[in-house]
């Protein structure tokens, strides 16, 4: 992995997370009634902070997925693709773009897990294994608040969120300090 690579994916996640916080600074109405982070991308007033960060941090994603090599490449590609699908199917217009959009929400779920799982197998040390623990514990706060068996649908999403965004940098800081440690010549002393 490239540096560029794992500065874009520090830009990914400092994009997101800063317009979020935009757009939860106009109202925090996505965190009450078990609305999910959705609901910034469905009204007026928050759809452009909301947009534009998920649209920034797809870009920076899909701009690291450039510079780096094997399974990580294709699967931050799709991942970008998951983000720009989320943003562009709000459930509030019809039945078809409900499903749809829960469709696309559990893919890119599935999709962060899976990538959050191969980078832990590639790399399973302690702080690793605690953000995946979290990023799983979250996501199960997530999915019985959509079930509606609970009610924090957007607290268990930012914590997902939160815990696979440091593992995605962490874990490529790890795979860029191991690849710069491989290019060092050996000389013995």
């Known amino acids: 992995m490239s540096s560029a690579a794992l500065r874009n994916l520090v ?3 400092l994009s997101f997370f800063s317009l979020l916080v935009a757009a939860l600074l106009l109202t925090d109405r996505g965190f009450t009634h078990n609305h999910g982070l959705s609901y910034y991308g469905e009204h007026a007033n928050t759809i452009v902070p909301y947009g534009l960060g998920l649209l920034c941090c797809g870009v920076f994603i899909w ?4 510079a780096v090599t094997g399974w990580l490449s294709p699967a931050l590609r799709v ?3 998951l983000l720009f699908l989320d943003l562009a199917t709000p459930d509030t217009i019809n039945s078809f773009f ?3 959009h829960v469709g696309v929400s559990a893919a890119l779920f599935l999709h962060e897990l899976a990538i959050a799982v191969g980078l832990f197998l590639n790399a399973p040390r302690a702080q690793v294994v605690a953000l995946l623990t ?4 979250a996501g199960l ?3 019985f608040s959509q079930f509606h068996v609970i009610g924090y649908l957007s607290a268990g999403i930012v914590l997902y969120q939160l815990a696979f965004g440091a593992l995605l940098v962490l874990a490529g800081r790890d795979r860029l300090a191991t690849e710069e440690a491989a290019l060092i010549p050996y000389s013995p002393s």
């Open 141 to 143: 706060v997530a999915m």
């Open 98 to 100: 409900y499903w749809a």
């Open 63 to 66: 701009r690291a997925a450039a």
């Open 134 to 137: 979290a990023q799983v514990a």
């Open 79 to 81: 991942l970008a693709v």
């Open 11 to 13: 830009y990914a996640q």
